[in-house]
């Protein structure tokens, strides 16, 4: 895993859109997985920018998201799809077509991730997965326990995650306390990961996924075994790595790095 540490939120921000940008050029049919967060707004809104003035084109892009409730209609303003659509999808100029989410109100959810799963392997897989962390690490909704190598599901949401969640709706008792996730194998099968974190409240959970055991109580941890990922941190949520002066060397020293800088 590669690790790259950056001075604040608004630059790590601009590092991952830079990253996505450069992925789009370089395939313009990008098969794209996507997350959802407050972090990951910044990120939007900065791609959204880039697509208006740098004309970065998305229009033959297709993206696959992690998640979504269970119980939720498209049009609910806290449902993902909502929050796809206002913060990137309605900004650029992307076909919704090509634009997929779990169906939270299939009649049938176990055939619904089936399906799921199904599309992404249609799509030929996703080239480049967006990821946030969890404070009990999850990636997707893979709560603790979750499996390396299970797949897109329904998964009970951890109390933890309902407490942290809840703030987005108007009652606590209105949040869904299930989820249709990809699975740890499904993002471990996409080509390339980018995970994005900041801020001291995430810096424990970081250390834990990136330099600790891999583990299912903490299913981001499983990333250390993905042959192509990238962790995109700000100093807050690095201060507890070991290895950070490491970390800053790869980045000042990489050819890869060199036009991010």
Wanted: aromatic fraction near 6%.
């Amino acid at each position: 895993m590669e690790v790259i540490i950056q001075s604040d939120r608004q630059s790590a921000c601009l590092l991952t859109a830079r990253m996505i940008a450069k992925a789009v050029r370089s395939k313009p049919d990008l098969v794209l997985g996507l997350a959802t967060g407050r972090t990951m707004e910044t990120v939007y809104e900065l791609l959204a920018e880039m697509c208006r003035r740098d004309k970065l084109d998305f229009s033959k892009c297709r993206t696959f998201n992690l998640d979504e409730y269970v119980g939720l209609a498209e049009t609910d303003e806290t449902s993902y799809r909502f929050y796809m659509n206002k913060h990137l999808f309605g900004r650029i100029n992307i076909d919704l077509k090509n634009t997929h989410l779990p169906n939270g109100r299939a009649k049938d959810l176990k055939e619904e991730c089936e399906r799921y799963e199904a599309k992404i392997n249609e799509a030929g897989g996703i080239d480049l997965q967006l990821l946030g962390i969890g404070q009990d690490g999850h990636i997707g909704f893979n709560e603790p326990l979750s499996a390396l190598r299970s797949r897109t599901r329904v998964k009970a949401l951890a109390p933890d995650t309902v407490r942290q969640n809840s703030q987005f709706f108007s009652s606590p008792a209105d949040m869904p306390r299930r989820a249709i996730t990809m699975g740890v194998g499904t993002i471990l099968e996409s080509k390339r990961c980018v995970l994005l974190a900041t801020g001291e409240n995430k810096a424990g959970i970081i250390a834990r996924a990136i330099e600790g055991p891999i583990t299912s109580m903490v299913s981001a941890s499983a990333l250390q075994l993905h042959q192509h990922c990238t962790a995109i941190i700000d100093e807050m949520a690095a201060l507890k790595l070991e290895k950070i002066d490491y970390y800053r060397w790869i980045f000042k020293n990489e050819p890869e790095w060199e036009e991010y800088q």
